[in-house]
Nanobody
Framework: VQLQASGGGLVQAGGSLTLSCAAS????????AGWFRQAPGKERELVAS???????YYADSVQGRFTISRDNAKNAVYLQMNSLKPEDTAVYYC?????????????WGQGTQVTVSS
Protein backbone atom coordinates (compact mmCIF):
# COMPACT_ATOMS: atom_id res chain seq x y z
CA VAL A 1 0.00 0.00 0.00
CA GLN A 2 1.25 3.47 -0.87
CA LEU A 3 -0.33 6.52 0.71
CA GLN A 4 -0.09 10.01 -0.76
CA ALA A 5 -1.11 12.95 1.40
CA SER A 6 -1.87 16.34 -0.10
CA GLY A 7 -3.72 19.57 0.58
CA GLY A 8 -1.49 21.26 3.10
CA GLY A 9 -0.58 24.90 2.91
CA LEU A 10 -0.48 28.26 4.65
CA VAL A 11 -3.71 29.60 6.11
CA GLN A 12 -4.65 32.32 8.55
CA ALA A 13 -6.06 31.50 11.95
CA GLY A 14 -9.76 30.79 11.69
CA GLY A 15 -9.40 29.48 8.17
CA SER A 16 -9.97 26.03 6.72
CA LEU A 17 -8.07 23.38 4.81
CA THR A 18 -8.94 19.95 3.54
CA LEU A 19 -6.28 17.25 3.47
CA SER A 20 -6.57 14.27 1.17
CA CYS A 21 -4.93 10.87 1.36
CA ALA A 22 -5.00 8.67 -1.71
CA ALA A 23 -4.11 5.00 -1.40
CA SER A 24 -2.73 2.82 -4.14
CA UNK A 25 -1.88 -0.82 -4.19
CA UNK A 26 -3.98 -2.95 -1.91
CA UNK A 27 -7.43 -1.82 -0.95
CA UNK A 28 -7.63 0.72 1.81
CA UNK A 29 -11.33 0.51 2.45
CA UNK A 30 -11.39 -2.39 4.89
CA UNK A 31 -8.84 -0.86 7.26
CA UNK A 32 -8.82 1.88 9.83
CA ALA A 33 -7.30 5.08 8.49
CA GLY A 34 -5.85 7.84 10.59
CA TRP A 35 -4.39 11.31 10.41
CA PHE A 36 -1.43 12.16 12.63
CA ARG A 37 0.53 15.35 13.04
CA GLN A 38 3.94 16.28 14.31
CA ALA A 39 4.96 19.80 15.24
CA PRO A 40 8.62 20.82 15.58
CA GLY A 41 10.04 19.56 18.84
CA LYS A 42 6.93 17.58 19.70
CA GLU A 43 5.95 13.95 19.47
CA ARG A 44 3.70 12.72 16.72
CA GLU A 45 0.09 12.62 17.82
CA LEU A 46 -3.05 10.99 16.51
CA VAL A 47 -5.53 13.61 15.33
CA ALA A 48 -8.40 11.53 13.99
CA SER A 49 -9.17 8.06 12.72
CA UNK A 50 -12.00 6.30 10.96
CA UNK A 51 -12.92 2.67 10.52
CA UNK A 52 -14.48 0.94 7.54
CA UNK A 53 -17.99 1.62 8.84
CA UNK A 54 -17.33 5.32 9.20
CA UNK A 55 -17.04 5.32 12.98
CA UNK A 56 -14.59 7.98 14.07
CA TYR A 57 -12.22 9.04 16.81
CA TYR A 58 -10.94 12.57 17.42
CA ALA A 59 -8.31 13.97 19.71
CA ASP A 60 -9.75 16.40 22.24
CA SER A 61 -7.74 19.24 20.72
CA VAL A 62 -9.55 18.99 17.38
CA GLN A 63 -12.98 17.70 18.40
CA GLY A 64 -15.66 19.88 16.84
CA ARG A 65 -13.26 21.56 14.42
CA PHE A 66 -11.91 18.68 12.30
CA THR A 67 -13.87 16.05 10.39
CA ILE A 68 -12.42 12.84 9.04
CA SER A 69 -14.19 11.05 6.21
CA ARG A 70 -13.48 8.42 3.61
CA ASP A 71 -14.53 7.50 0.11
CA ASN A 72 -14.01 3.78 -0.24
CA ALA A 73 -14.78 3.84 -3.96
CA LYS A 74 -11.87 6.23 -4.44
CA ASN A 75 -9.64 4.53 -1.87
CA ALA A 76 -9.22 7.87 -0.15
CA VAL A 77 -9.48 9.51 3.25
CA TYR A 78 -9.96 13.19 3.99
CA LEU A 79 -9.48 15.57 6.89
CA GLN A 80 -11.57 18.72 6.83
CA MET A 81 -10.00 21.25 9.18
CA ASN A 82 -12.01 24.30 10.24
CA SER A 83 -11.37 27.09 12.70
CA LEU A 84 -7.65 26.47 12.42
CA LYS A 85 -5.37 27.71 15.19
CA PRO A 86 -1.64 28.45 15.16
CA GLU A 87 -1.14 25.41 17.39
CA ASP A 88 -2.47 23.23 14.56
CA THR A 89 0.73 23.99 12.64
CA ALA A 90 2.47 20.68 11.94
CA VAL A 91 3.31 18.12 9.33
CA TYR A 92 0.23 15.96 8.85
CA TYR A 93 0.51 12.29 7.94
CA CYS A 94 -2.09 9.79 6.87
CA UNK A 95 -1.69 6.17 7.82
CA UNK A 96 -3.38 2.81 7.71
CA UNK A 97 -3.98 0.65 10.75
CA UNK A 98 -4.30 -3.12 10.84
CA UNK A 99 -5.22 -2.88 14.52
CA UNK A 100 -7.19 -0.23 16.34
CA UNK A 101 -7.92 3.49 16.22
CA UNK A 102 -4.74 4.16 18.22
CA UNK A 103 -2.35 1.33 17.39
CA UNK A 104 -1.22 -0.90 14.57
CA UNK A 105 -0.42 1.72 11.97
CA UNK A 106 1.77 -0.03 9.44
CA UNK A 107 1.68 2.14 6.31
CA TRP A 108 2.35 5.87 6.25
CA GLY A 109 2.12 8.68 3.74
CA GLN A 110 4.91 11.18 3.24
CA GLY A 111 3.34 14.07 5.13
CA THR A 112 1.98 17.45 4.14
CA GLN A 113 2.82 20.72 5.88
CA VAL A 114 0.06 22.79 7.44
CA THR A 115 1.01 26.25 8.68
CA VAL A 116 -1.50 28.45 10.48
CA SER A 117 -0.52 32.08 10.91
CA SER A 118 -1.85 34.24 13.72
Amino acid sequence: VQLQASGGGLVQAGGSLTLSCAASGRTFSSYIAGWFRQAPGKERELVASINWRGNTYYADSVQGRFTISRDNAKNAVYLQMNSLKPEDTAVYYCARSSGSYHFGYDYWGQGTQVTVSS
